[in-house]
């Protein structure tokens, strides 16, 4: 009965390869997010989607790709991984931006 | 500009006392919502309480209280009666209009038995 589900929980990549993150939602919510908290903690919204619409893209590299086949999924595609992107991405989920989020458990991704 | 400021990186308190952590925002939207999370050392990020700009009354949700001093632009997280388990990041954060949420840096706060 798990709220917010991301996979992988860990990812372990070389720098150039291309992964994908994906997250699943069964609240009934229509907005997902996509967060990256680096190493210091610093947790800053990258994308936000409202029923399949992107309404959110906070300046993140267009090696960044997010995909909501339906409100309940927002998966997140990567391009050609760099050092840099090695941080934990959390998915989230809410009924509006009005309300609270509920956060998937993140993934850590590595890059080697 | 910062807009959510928590100006204290760590705190250490003893068990049973109460904590006060600070979060000072900034926004010239007169709706927005301020939001605390928790985040202890597993990783996962736990919603605490919400308070709307509007809100007449300060949230409260069992332990854990917010202080809204709306003219100070203030919103404070008190935690009653800690507990060891209360030892955890926490992350004050607003959500401004278009849905955007903003966090906070982060207090992390150990708590002594």
């Known amino acids: 009965d798990t709220a917010v589900s991301q996979t992988p929980k860990y990812l372990v990549t070389q720098m150039g390869n291309d992964k994908s993150i994906k997250c699943e939602q069964n609240?009934?919510?229509?907005?997902m997010y996509w967060y990256k908290q680096d190493s210091k903690k610093f947790l800053k919204i990258m994308f936000s989607y409202n029923n399949k619409e992107l309404i959110i893209n906070e300046t993140v590299p267009n090696r960044f790709s997010p995909k909501s086949p339906d409100k309940a999924h927002l998966n997140l595609h990567i391009n050609s991984l760099e050092l840099g992107d090695s941080a934990v991405y959390f998915c989230?989920?809410?009924?509006?931006?009005?309300?609270?989020?509920?956060f998937g458990d993140g993934t850590r991704l590595s890059i080697l | 500009a910062q807009k959510i400021t928590q100006t204290q990186p760590g705190m250490f308190v003893q068990e049973k006392e109460a904590v006060t952590l600070d979060c000072t925002y900034d926004?010239?939207?007169?709706?927005?919502?301020l939001f605390w999370y928790k985040q202890p050392s597993s990783g996962e990020m736990i919603f605490l309480i919400y308070?709307?700009?509007?809100?007449?009354q300060n949230a409260t949700e069992g332990r854990y209280s917010l202080n809204f001093q709306k003219a100070r632009k203030s919103a404070n997280l008190v935690i009653s009666a800690s507990q060891l388990g209360d030892s955890a990041m926490y992350f004050c954060a607003m959500r401004e209009r278009a849905s955007k949420i903003i966090f906070g840096s982060g207090t992390r706060l150990s708590i002594r038995p």
């Open positions: 609240l009934g919510h229509d907005t």
């Open positions: 308070q709307g700009s509007y809100d007449q």
């Open positions: 926004t010239s939207d007169p709706s927005y919502g």
């Open positions: 989230a989920s809410s009924y509006n931006s009005n309300q609270p989020q509920h």
